[in-house]
T-cell receptor, first 114, second 112 residues
Framework: DAGVIQSPRHEVTEMGQEVTLRCKPI?????LFWYRQTMMRGLELLIY????????DSGMPEDRFSAKMPNASFSTLKIQPSEPRDSAVYFC????????????FGPGTRLTVL | KQEVTQIPAALSVPEGENLVLNCSFT??????LQWFRQDPGKGLTSLLL?????REQTSGRLNASLDKSSGRSTLYIAASQPGDSATYLC???????????FGSGTQLTVLP
């Protein structure tokens, strides 16, 4: 298996632009998580899905952030409009709830908002 | 609210030493605990997962222990190597939810 796939790996954009981050979970996994990592706050959960349904989005910073999971093999995290304080590394992770729930992480998307 | 603390924040040891990384958590009602490794500019690699009913897990030179009642876990690395240099993160999954709460990590440097 290729593991969790994220794209793009790096994104540089200007303040006010829309940013879309993409994630393909490990095939067969039914839980998907979006995390954000910054030097100041470490790793924080933004939202997670179970069987394509959002379960907990309490970590989403504000209405500028939205996430979707239209099917079991694809999820997006959108920021509109982006701001410099959104600059961070965004990780996607997946797990299979029928087993030990071990989470596997993608390589991350490094976002820089100028 | 679950809080996870890792001490020390940074550690530097000579090659060949055995070492212990510490993780503590405030709420003992956890489902499992996971140790990750993160190399600079990279994603997280899962090292070991301990279920709440287990006391320890081993993988090669790594051994993780869990004492749920005291809210502590340790990651033991035997015969450290320069390739072990990375940041090690501890994360707990609460019993009632699926998301992980992470510690801030221990940055390990193994000197050749």
């Amino acid at each position: 298996d290729a593991g969790v796939i994220q794209s793009p790996r790096h994104e540089v954009t200007e303040m006010g632009q829309e940013v879309t981050l993409r994630c393909k979970p490990i095939s067969g996994h039914n839980s998907l998580f979006w995390y954000r990592q910054t030097m100041m706050r470490g790793l924080e959960l933004l939202i997670y899905f179970n069987n394509n349904v959002p379960i907990d989005d309490s970590g989403m910073p504000e209405d500028r952030f939205s996430a979707k999971m239209p099917n079991a093999s694809f999820s997006t995290l959108k920021i509109q409009p982006s701001e410099p304080r959104d600059s961070a590394v965004y990780f996607c992770a997946s797990s299979l709830t029928r087993t030990n729930n071990e989470q596997f992480f993608g390589p991350g998307t490094r976002l820089t908002v100028l | 609210k679950q809080e996870v603390t890792q001490i020390p924040a940074a550690l530097s040891v000579p090659e060949g030493e055995n070492l212990v990384l510490n993780c503590s958590f405030t709420d003992s009602a956890i489902y499992n605990l996971q140790w990750f490794r993160q190399d600079p500019g990279k994603g997280l690699t899962s090292l070991l997962l301990i279920q709440s009913s287990q006391r320890e897990q081993t993988s090669g030179r790594l051994n993780a222990s869990l004492d749920k009642s005291s809210g502590r876990s340790t990651l033991y690395i035997a015969a450290s190597q320069p390739g072990d240099s990375a940041t090690y993160l501890c994360a707990v999954r609460p019993g009632s939810a699926r998301q992980l709460t992470f510690g801030s990590g221990t940055q390990l440097t193994v000197l050749p």
